[in-house]
Each structure stands twice: as structure tokens, then as C-alpha cells.
């Protein structure tokens, strides 16, 4: 790494710390970005780094959700008799219980959407091209119907969760550091992890799988283990998001493959696939855009973003950081270098 | 001379169609195997057969003693027995060094290993093969970028990174520049002799394979027609017969 390389992580790393003190008033929408780029970056692993297109990984995010709230429930009370009496009289927590019950549900959300990964993945990574996009669709909407029929977690009323034990300020801060925290870990280490030969094994799957298996890659090991480090995370902020919304229902909030499951793979293809930064960058472009409409266009907000979906994928395919590559290859290490090698072959 | 590859009475057939009828051969440890055969006459099916591409119909396939053809493609390569494409196969978005690090062997890969870097003799090797077919100058290149004969040289390259045992080449020539196959026959040759590597060769180019294998092997409409040193085998009226479709 560079020394300017390092000031600018540095200067990037101070504004995350400082963007909620110096923007009190969009807490709850930087948490939301911070969200966005997590979903993205994850989604990448897989659609972008891989070229597996999971239209799937809700799943894990709805599933981290449920999870999460199971695990706080249990810890105090029975689960069955809380879902049933949906919030009345029986949401007492301490502090100490429920703080107990984010790092815990957290902990074990993500470790839940892993080993589901690890199952799911054995018996989808069969399918590839759009038959894997439709098969893990299908995976998410079943999860969400499967979740409403069932009473033990609230059926299609969903749960309700303790409200944060303090004061409700502090909680939009403690949610956006939970999350841009959960963002910030992802980050370096995606950052690590696409520089060592597990990342050029996974772009070996993605170039071309056949040849990887006929050179012995491990390919089935590899889809595995990338699609759950992906559920991990998407898993941890699920349950996050669990904690934040307070009231969550399966449909349309937690299992929400029309809204969530598909911005993110938007926010990938607009800042531009298989690059560390490109999700990054498309989750906050397609934010800010996002924001900006509801505030300003309201009734036609999803026309527009309808229309930038729809411009993203017939006029933009590579994305933002796929566009800077065409233009600036060298920026990306594409280069023809002078043979300075003394040996080898006439030619 | 000992054998790696041993095919004893191998058939395949795709539906009614009978690509490989009763076939039997054998590849020598340390040496040059050619495979001819007119257009159809089902040699890429066999090397598919040997790889474990698909399963067979009946026959056995040994690989150094051991039994193959119940074998997956994967578990096949990391035992030492790899394959080229007729069409070429490399990873098109990564660029040349990329490609070649990734095709370090495989066979002893442990998973926690995957979380390691490549280390500077890794690279070494890398840039020392591509010097080796040519593509030094080029390796900072997306490889999708590279042309036809290019893409072939740096596959071949990829294949040695690998130290497999045997390697098996579907057409090494087809697509390469004339002026180019004659330090492409020169590398295989060396691939052979400095590296040690068995080759066997599928090749439609008579003055190359005739020029490399030290034993042919000829297929027509599925069938072996006939085997011997090269010679032999150019002055085989059956396979001349085959080749002007005299049947």
C-alpha cells in the first residue's frame, strides 16, 4: 500500500466514525447505507467475484432476523407464549438482557445463515447461470411463506422487539455503528481475502468452471465456503436490522426479495461487478438516488428507480468501476512490459 | 518403458451413435503418444473417456495402475492427468501471471492453505514458463485480450505450471500462425525431454505429430484402425484409405 493510500483509508475510516455526529439528522439513513453496502458487498462475493447470481441471499438476511430474535426471546422468555401475546405486557428487558440478546443473536445469526449456506449451496450449486438466479429465488420466497405459516415465530404478524433500553437517539447511533462496524470488518476483509489464491480460485470459477475443474480446483469446496462467509455477514446484519426495525413481519420486511434482494444486486451492477470498491460505490450511488426520489418525486419515485435499473442493465453493464477500467486500464494494472528476463526461450 | 495410460476395450456411444467401439491402448511413461484420426472418428471422445469428463459404456481406463473411469474430472486432474481444449480454455478476465499462479497444483491444497499467498518462487515459476512460450511481454494483459494462438500458448504454459504426469493436448496446432508451430513442436519437445512430462496427442497436422510421437495410434468410425511408429503408420494403406475416404 501506498502512503496515499493509506491517508485516504485513513480520512474514509474518520468520516464513518464522524458522519452521524456531523449529520444527526440522517442516523437512520446512513445505517440504511451502511446496510446497502454490506448486502452489496456480500452479494459480490458471489455474483460478481464468482459469477454464481444469487437473487437469493434475503434469505439469509430474513433468516438472520428471525434468528436473532429467537435467540434474544429465548434467552428471557418462552418463545411460543411471547409470539402469541405479540407485545402485550410481555417485553420486559434489562439492559444487561437485552444487550446480551443483540451480541448473541448477532453472533448466532450469522453462524445459523453459514451453516444454511453450507446446506442450500450443496444442493443449488448443481444449477448454474439463471438456473441458480431462479433456484435461490425460490429458496427466499418458500423461506418467507414457510416463516408465515409458522405460529411459533409469530406467523405472518411477525415479532416485535424490545425497543432499545435507553434513549432512542443513542440507539440510532449505536445501530449505525453496529452496522457500518459489521461494513468496515466486511471490507478488509474482502480486502485480504481477493488478494490471496482462495479469491483467484473463486475468479478462476467465475472465468470459466469447467476449465477450473479440469485443471483440479476444488470448485464445489470453494462456491461453499465463499457462499457462506456471504450468509455470515448478510446473517449478522439481518439480525441487526432485526434490533433497529423493533417490529418486523416476514413478507415484506424480513424475507423481502422485491426490495432488499433486488437493490442489491443494482447497487452491484451500477458501481460495477467483481471490484472491491464498485459495490461500495453503487450502494451509495443507488442511496443517495434512492433517498433523493422519495424526498423529491414522491409518487413517482419508483418510476425512477425503475428507469435506473433498467438503464443499468441494457446501457451500463460494467458499472462504474467497469467503465474506469476501459478508459484507464492502466489504472488497473494492464500493462505490456519490456522482456527483462535473461533466460527462456528463442522466439 | 512402464505405462501411465492403459485403455482396454473402451466403448462409448451417445444414443444410437457409437463414438468409441472396443478401443484399447497404451501411453508409455516418458514418451510422445499420437492419436489420429478423420474428422468423427471419435479421439476427442476418448480423451473425455480418460479425463472422466463423462462415464463410459464399458472398458477400464488406468492411470498408473490405478482405475479411473469411475473418477470425476477434478479428482482425475489432481492425480497428475490433465487435458488441453480443442477449444481453448483460459480464465479470460484474469491476466496471464494470474492465470498461471492459479494453476499451481492443486493436489496437495489443503482449504487454510487457499488463505495463503502465492510465494516469490510461485511468481518465479510463473514468469519463467510464460518467458518459456513467449507471452512474458504480455503477461500483465487481460488474457481474453490475447489472440487465438496466444490463448493456446499461455493454456499450454498453464498445463505445465501444473506438473501433471501426463498431459493430454486436443490439437495443440489448430489455429497457431504456421510460422509459429515450429517453436510450438520445439516447446512440446522440451515440455517432454526437460520437464519429463507424457505426452499424448491429438493432431491433424500430419508433418507435426509425425515429426513428435514416437508411437500413433489411428481411430476411423470409432474403431482402433492402426498403431505403430510413425513410419509405419504413413505408410499404412488402411489409414491412408481412411484419410482420402476410400471406405
Known amino acids: 500500500m501506498t502512503a496515499l493510500k493509506v491517508i ?11 458522519a452521524p455526529f456531523l ?3 440522517f442516523r437512520t439513513q446512513l445505517a440504511t447505507l451502511w446496510l446497502m453496502i454490506v448486502v452489496s458487498l456480500t452479494w459480490d462475493m458471489t455474483g460478481g ?5 444469487s437473487l437469493g441471499n434475503i434469505f439469509f438476511y430474513g433468516t438472520g432476523m428471525y434468528v436473532a430474535a429467537v435467540i434474544s426471546i429465548g434467552l428471557v422468555y418462552d418463545v411460543a407464549e411471547y409470539t402469541s401475546a405479540a407485545g402485550g405486557g410481555m417485553n420486559d428487558f434489562t439492559p444487561v438482557q437485552y444487550f446480551t440478546g443483540v451480541g448473541l443473536g448477532m453472533l448466532g445469526a450469522g453462524i445459523f445463515c453459514a451453516l444454511c449456506a453450507l446446506i442450500l449451496g450443496y444442493i443449488l450449486f448443481g444449477l448454474r447461470g439463471p438456473y441458480f438466479a431462479i433456484g435461490t429465488l425460490g429458496v427466499a420466497i418458500a423461506a418467507g411463506e414457510l416463516v408465515s405459516n409458522w405460529e411459533w415465530v409469530g406467523g405472518g404478524q411477525g415479532i416485535t422487539l424490545p425497543v432499545y433500553p435507553a434513549d432512542l437517539d443513542e440507539g440510532k447511533l449505536f445501530f449505525y455503528f453496529l452496522f457500518a462496524g459489521t461494513g468496515v470488518i466486511l471490507f478488509i476483509f474482502l480486502r485480504w481475502l481477493y488478494g490471496t489464491r482462495f479469491g483467484a480460485a473463486i475468479n478462476a470459477i467465475r472465468d ?10 476444488h470448485t464445489m469446496r470453494y462456491k461453499l465456503v465463499t457462499w457462506s462467509m456471504a450468509g455470515f455477514f448478510v446473517g449478522i ?3 441487526i436490522s432485526a434490533f433497529q426495525l423493533i417490529s418486523f413481519e416476514p413478507l415484506e420486511s424480513a424475507y423481502q426479495t422485491i426490495n432488499l434482494g433486488i437493490f442489491m444486486v443494482v447497487c452491484v451492477l451500477l458501481g460495477g461487478k467483481g471490484t472491491l470498491w464498485g459495490p461500495v460505490i453503487g450502494a451509495i450511488v443507488f442511496h443517495v438516488f434512492k433517498e433523493v426520489t422519495w424526498n423529491y418525486l414522491l409518487g413517482w419515485q419508483w418510476v425512477a428507480l425503475g428507469a435506473l435499473i433498467v438503464v443499468t442493465v441494457v446501457y451500463f453493464q460494467d458499472g462504474i468501476m467497469g467503465w474506469l477500467a476501459h478508459r484507464k486500464p492502466e489504472w488497473f494494472g494492464v500493462r505490456v512490459e519490456k522482456n527483462d528476463a535473461t533466460e527462456g526461450a528463442d522466439r | 518403458m512402464s505405462t501411465v495410460i492403459e485403455v482396454r476395450n473402451v466403448s462409448k456411444s451417445y444414443g444410437g451413435v457409437i463414438a468409441n467401439k472396443d478401443v484399447s491402448m497404451d501411453v508409455h511413461s516418458g514418451g510422445i503418444t499420437g ?3 478423420p474428422n468423427g472418428s471419435g479421439k476427442t471422445t476418448l480423451f473425455n473417456s480418460i479425463v472422466g469428463y463423462h462415464p463410459i459404456d464399458s472398458g477400464s481406463i488406468k492411470f498408473e495402475n490405478r482405475e479411473i473411469s469411475k473418477l470425476n ?30 494453476s499451481l497444483p492443486h493436489r496437495k491444497m489443503k482449504l487454510m492453505e487457499s488463505f495463503g499467498n502465492n510465494s516469490a518462487e510461485d511468481y518465479e515459476r510463473a514468469d519463467h514458463l510464460l518467458e518459456f512460450v513467449g507471452l512474458y511481454e504480455k503477461r500483465f494483459l487481460r488474457s481474453g485480450s490475447l489472440s487465438f494462438g496466444q490463448q493456446k500458448l499461455l493454456e499450454f504454459a498453464m498445463a505445465l505450471m501444473n506438473e501433471p504426469t501426463c498431459l493430454l493436448l486436443d490439437e495443440p496446432t489448430a489455429g ?9 513442436i520445439d516447446r512440446l519437445k522440451r515440455a517432454n525431454s526437460e520437464f519429463g512430462i507424457t505426452l499424448f496427442i491429438i493432431e491433424h497436422n500430419m508433418r507435426v505429430i509425425m515429426n513428435m510421437a514416437d508411437h500413433i495410434y489411428c481411430l476411423a468410425h470409432g474403431e482402433l484402425l492402426a498403431e505403430g511408429a510413425p513410419d509405419q503408420i504413413q505408410n499404412d494403406q488402411r489409414v491412408i484409405d481412411a484419410y482420402l475416404g476410400a471406405h
Open chain 1, 237 to 239: 446484519v439481518g439480525a
Open chain 2, 176 to 184: 497457431i500462425n504456421p510460422t509459429l508451430i515450429n517453436g510450438l
Open chain 2, 35 to 37: 492419436l489420429i484420426g
Open chain 1, 8 to 18: 485516504l483509508y485513513i480520512v474514509l475510516l474518520a468520516f464513518t466514525v464522524a
Open chain 1, 208 to 217: 470459466d468452471e469447467e476449465k477450473a475443474e479440469a485443471m483440479g480446483i
Open chain 1, 23 to 25: 449529520f444527526p439528522d
Open chain 1, 49 to 53: 467475484q464468482m459469477g454464481y447470481n
Open chain 2, 73 to 102: 474430472v477434478p479428482e482425475i486432474a489432481r492425480l497428475g492427468l490433465l487435458r488441453t481444449f480443442q477449444q481453448t480454455r483460459i480464465y479470460g478476465e484474469m491476466n496471464g501471471v494470474e492465470n498461471m499462479l492459479i
